[in-house]
Structures are given as C-alpha cells and as structure tokens.
C-alpha cells in the first residue's frame, strides 16, 4: 500500500524534500512508518525514534486529525503530515 508523506520544517530539511510516496505492507501502523523513515534519513532518528519522539515536539497528522496512537494503522492513500512544534515570542 503508498502513503503520501509531507514533511514540514526540519523534516523537510533532513529529507532534502517536501513529500514522498512510500510503500508498505497492508496494515502497516504510524510507528511502522516512522521506523522507515529512520532507516532512510538517519538524521531523523534523533527526532522520531520511539524513545525520543516524546521529547521532540513532534506533530503527525494523519488526514485532518493528530496522531496520538503510533499503533494506529495506515490505509491506502493516507497523507501523513510532519511537522516539529516550535515556541517563540
């Protein structure tokens, strides 16, 4: 199954890139996702890995809604949207 990865911000600084059409197997979950996204930008893994994604600030987006489950599964033609929180003032 592809799903249509955007990446914002840092994301698309480290993908060199502003989406990607990725392949994974049917039922595949977020967490799946991001493991391959780590195994391609290995700069990413200090963001998205599961032991620092917490600390990160990161928002996933799946359709319109936020992803606050990574075990939640994909399903063909998603759009996934990656983006780093930021704080200013």
Known sequence: MEVQVHFFGNFRFLAKR??????????????ELLDFL?????????????????KS?????KGEKPVLDYKI?????????????LAGG
């Not at 502003?18 to 967490?31: D, E, F, P, S, Y």
């Open 57 to 61: 600030h990161v928002l996933i987006i």
């Open 73 to 85: 599964k994909l399903t063909e033609g998603d759009k996934i949207y990656l983006f780093i929180m």
């Open 18 to 31: 502003t989406n990607q059409t990725i392949t994974l197997h049917k039922g595949a979950t977020v967490r």
């Open 38 to 54: 780590t195994d391609q930008y290995t700069k990413m893994a200090n963001i998205l890995s599961p032991d620092k994604i917490k």
